[in-house]
C-alpha cells in the first residue's frame, strides 16, 4: 500500500489488514529497521526523508473519513456571499461539495474537480484560473494560471498539499503546482491549510505556504498516544497557527475534537474570524 500510494496512516493499515493500531504500529516500526518505509506523524512513507506525489485514484481513497471531517469544520468558516480561493486536491474538493450549500459565493480555483462540484451550487460565481491541465490532478497550473492571480484580492484561501511540518508549513511534490499554490496564497487575506494527520510530519519537495503565512490548520485528531502529532501541532500554534481538530464519524470525539485553539498572538486573523481556546498537547495525548 505504501509503495502504491506513497504514504498511509496506520488506521487505514489497520483497517485493511483488519487488526489493531498497536499490532500495525509495532510492524511498521520492524519495516523502517530494514529500511523498507518510514515512519511519520500517525503513519508511513516511502524512505528517502521526502515522500512522492500520489496520483489521483490513490489520494481518493486515502483518509476518506477524516477528509470528510476536515471539509465539514472548515466550511463552517465560510458566511454568505464571501468571496474565497480553493486550490485542487482531494480534500479541497470535499470543501467544494459542502460549499455548494452556501448561497452567493465568489469562488476562485485552478482545480476542474472544485468546479465541478460547485457547478450546480445556489447564486455562485466560478472563476477559474488560465493555465496548462495537469492530468494528475485535474489542475491548471503554469504561468497563464499565475497570471490570472494577479492583482486578485479575497478574503482567505483554502489550500492542501502533500505535506505539512512546523518547520516548513504546507509544501507539495510537484513544482509547476507549488508556484501556482504560492499565487493563491498571495491573493488571501487569510491562509487556511486543510491537512489530514497522515500529512503532519511529512516535508515534500516544494514549499507553498510558510507557517508564518498561516492563518489556520483545519486537520482530524491523532492517534491515541501519538505524541509526535501532539507535539507538531504544538509546534504549530507555538508559531502562531490556529488549530482546528475534527471529529471523525465513527470515533469518539475527545476534548480536542473540533476545537478552535488560536495561536498565542496575535496575527493574520481576519476581523470576525472564530476563536476559542488554546490547543495544549496534553489534551490530544490524554485521549
Do not use: C, W
Not at 526523508?49 to 465539514?72: C, H, M, V, Y
Not at 475534527?246 to 481576519?270: D, I, N, Y
Request: aromatic letters at 2%; charged letters at 20%; zero cysteines.
Amino acid at each position: 500500500m505504501v509503495r502504491a500510494n506513497g504514504a498511509v496512516s496506520l488506521r487505514e493499515l489497520a483497517r485493511v489488514v483488519q487488526t489493531s493500531e498497536v499490532t500495525v504500529r509495532r510492524d511498521v516500526r520492524a519495516l523502517e529497521a530494514e529500511g523498507l518505509l518510514d515512519r511519520r506523524h500517525g503513519g508511513a512513507v516511502l524512505p528517502g526523508g521526502f515522500s512522492r506525489e500520489s496520483g489521483f485514484p490513490q489520494k481518493s481513497l486515502s483518509a476518506t473519513a477524516e477528509k470528510t471531517a476536515i471539509a465539514d469544520l472548515a466550511a463552517g468558516l465560510v458566511k454568505e456571499g464571501e468571496a474565497v480561493v480553493v486550490g485542487a486536491g482531494t480534500t479541497t474538493q470535499e470543501l467544494a461539495r459542502r460549499l455548494a450549500r452556501v448561497p452567493g459565493l465568489t469562488v476562485v480555483t485552478n482545480s476542474l474537480l472544485v468546479a465541478q462540484a460547485l457547478a450546480h451550487a445556489n447564486r455562485a460565481e466560478v472563476v477559474m484560473t488560465g493555465g496548462t491541465l495537469r492530468g494528475s490532478n485535474y489542475a491548471l497550473v503554469g504561468s497563464g494560471a499565475e497570471q490570472s492571480l494577479q492583482g486578485l484580492r479575497v478574503i482567505r484561501a483554502f489550500l492542501s498539499g502533500s505535506g505539512l511540518t512546523a518547520e516548513r508549513g504546507l509544501s507539495t511534490s510537484n513544482m509547476l503546482s507549488a508556484s501556482v499554490d504560492r499565487a493563491l496564497v498571495q491573493s488571501a487575506a487569510e491562509v487556511v491549510v486543510l491537512a489530514d494527520h497522515t500529512k503532519l510530519g511529512t516535508d515534500t519537495m516544494f514549499q507553498t505556504v510558510p507557517t508564518d503565512v498561516m492563518t489556520r490548520l483545519v486537520t482530524d485528531e491523532p492517534a491515541p498516544h501519538d505524541d509526535r502529532a501532539a507535539t507538531e501541532l504544538q509546534a504549530l500554534a507555538d508559531q502562531g497557527v490556529q488549530i482546528s481538530v475534527a471529529g471523525v464519524q465513527g470515533r469518539p470525539v475527545s476534548a480536542a475534537g473540533r476545537r478552535e485553539a488560536p495561536l498565542p498572538g496575535q496575527r493574520r486573523t481576519h476581523p470576525g474570524a472564530p476563536s476559542g481556546p488554546q490547543l495544549r498537547v496534553a489534551d490530544l495525548r490524554q485521549h
